[in-house]
């Protein structure tokens, strides 16, 4: 019996050395000349974090409300760079792209050196981005794509993973069902509220004639604005959203790299909201604001709430559509929150 496990020993370990180093060169050869490039198409964010970790005290992670300017600005900076400039013992490093979620943010977050300079993150929290209508967004599949080649694994393997689609392949269509089956089946609550949804649904919601003349004839243009909010912040939060999960794991990843966390929960235009579609639906904002800040009130972590900081002018596509898109005061007002509650922790 010993005999055989020698000659089986003999044999195997040379062909298992041989394939670690093999895999190991494959490795090597991938990252030195072709892992840029598919970092380039397809993880501009993990990118980005290499071009700026050695050089950051605080990492601020961001999508399209951090870059987006008007051409009214007379100092067209990003969030970030306001906080930066607000922040003078600190070194802020960007991390954004736009389209992004929490969801792409966190394999980013799992790469950084907890015995590097970075202290702390600033992440931002869409309020907008917990809601169907960007959970099941037709883009998601690439994102996913995004969020495996930024796994901190090693690059070939990632590479691997993704040429093998494992990870959330659903097509724009299985995901626009799902979408729809949320806005026609998910009933709307206020918790702590005695009114009730005269539409208790979204499709439902959307359904009924608004803004209508003396004729009967709908205003088409505010018509369409209203059923835009309705179908993107008619959602309650709750600990099965996809977006609360990876919110977790930032919690998760954040305390075990011993770096402290802020969740900057972005201003929504709830004047509009309220407005277009009535008070029940800014009091839903603000019930799945308070969700998210009583949940992640804990040590290690600041909730930076400004989702009613800003006023309905300084939203720069209301017109069009909810987004989370600001002129410069308002910018210069999220950083400014943000700023003062770092100070106030000082990592």
Not at 103 to 109: A, R
Request: hydrophobic fraction near 40%.
């Amino acid at each position: 019996m010993i005999v055989a496990w020698k000659h089986i020993v003999t044999k195997a370990l040379p062909r298992l050395i041989f394939l670690v180093g093999f895999a190991w060169l494959c490795n090597w050869m991938y990252t030195r000349w072709y892992w840029q490039d598919d970092l380039d198409l397809h993880a501009e964010l993990l990118s980005k974090f290499y071009d700026v970790r050695d050089s950051s005290d605080i990492l601020y992670f961001g999508e399209s409300s951090n870059m987006t300017t008007s051409p009214n600005d007379s100092l067209p900076l990003a969030i970030s760079e306001f906080i930066d400039r607000d922040l003078i013992d600190y070194r802020v490093g960007t991390v954004d792209h736009a389209g992004y979620h929490v969801g792409q943010y966190l394999p980013v977050i799992k790469h950084i050196d907890p015995n590097g300079p970075v202290k702390a993150i600033i992440v931002t929290m869409n309020l907008r981005t917990f809601g169907p209508d960007v959970i099941h967004s037709p883009n998601e599949a690439s994102l996913q794509k995004s969020s495996r080649l930024s796994e901190n694994q090693a690059p070939l393997l990632n590479r691997f993973l993704a040429s093998l689609n494992y990870y959330d392949k659903k097509t724009g269509h299985e995901r626009d069902i799902m979408k729809w089956e949320n806005w026609t089946y998910d009933t709307l609550r206020l918790a702590n509220d005695s009114s009730t949804f005269d539409y208790p649904t979204v499709r439902r919601w959307c359904e009924v004639v608004k803004f209508p003349d003396s004729t009967g004839a709908e205003n088409m243009p505010l018509r369409i604005l209203a059923d835009q909010n309705i179908k993107v912040y008619g959602f309650e939060v709750d600990e099965h959203n996809p977006m609360v999960q990876w919110c977790d794991e930032i919690v998760a990843v954040a305390r075990q790299k011993g770096i402290h966390l802020f969740f900057s929960l972005l201003p929504e235009n709830i004047q509009q909201s309220e407005e277009l579609a009535g008070r029940n639906l800014a009091q839903l904002m603000r019930q799945n604001r308070d969700y998210l800040v009583h949940r992640y009130a804990v040590d290690g972590v600041t909730v930076i709430n400004n989702l009613e900081l800003i006023d309905d002018i300084h939203f720069l596509d209301r017109e069009v559509f909810p987004t989370e898109h600001y002129d410069q005061f308002g910018r210069e007002a999220i950083a400014d929150q943000v700023s003062r509650a770092v100070v106030r922790v000082a990592p």
